[in-house]
């Protein structure tokens, strides 16, 4: 494992394109750096989602969910951990999944308080056909809630081995019957998602371009890569810490 040494709290966010795997990439990070927790806005929104027909609405079509209503969950979430920024927060890393997607959420960013801007960026940069080929394989057991994906890419330079478990599940999990995709994992929703995101979500990187906090990241072997990403994150939180 790789532990960091004394850094002041910091919030990194991810961006990339649906099924280019940061989501899996951030819990892996935050897995293995000291202090550290992931938070994806797509699992905040989805639960959200559950008592605001609306919202369950805009997610199951696959467009994104309006500014303010993104904006609000984040920071509520953020709020309900640990008081970043304070003297009991010292080590404490947060890694955001899916915020900001917008160039608009990105201006939103200088309204919140010091405390939770994020100081880095990093965008996975996976062409569409992979993506697409990860995301139609996108599995998740209903029995122990753990997520899997059936389908392997060798493309490219790319080499993704399918993410399958390891033998039997003691719970007795049944692939055939138990693994569920997600709603939106179908072919038309799958478009149009990625059309939606190189036309509202790569103009974010220009705004970390602007900063000189963006840190572009090729994940050519999937996971096995984590050891590469690992010590690019902890030399910048070193740097932010100085």
Known sequence: FYLLGQIMASIISLIGAPGSGKGTYGTLLASRILNASFISVGDILRENSATNENLASILRSGALVDDAIANDAVIQSLESR???GTSN??????????????????????????SLR???AIQFDVPDHVCITKILGRRKCSI????FNINGVNTDGFDMPAMLPEGECKLGCNREVDWKKRDDDTNDIIKLRMEVYHKETKPVLKYWEERDQLLRFVPYNGVDDMDKLVPLVENHLTNVSD
């Open 118 to 120: 994020p100081s880095l």
């Open 89 to 114: 927060s010292i080590n404490d890393l947060v890694i955001l999944d899916g915020y900001p997607r917008t160039y608009a959420q990105a201006s939103l960013l200088s309204t919140w308080p010091a």
């Open 82 to 84: 640990a008081p970043l």
């Open 144 to 147: 122990c809630n753990k997520s």
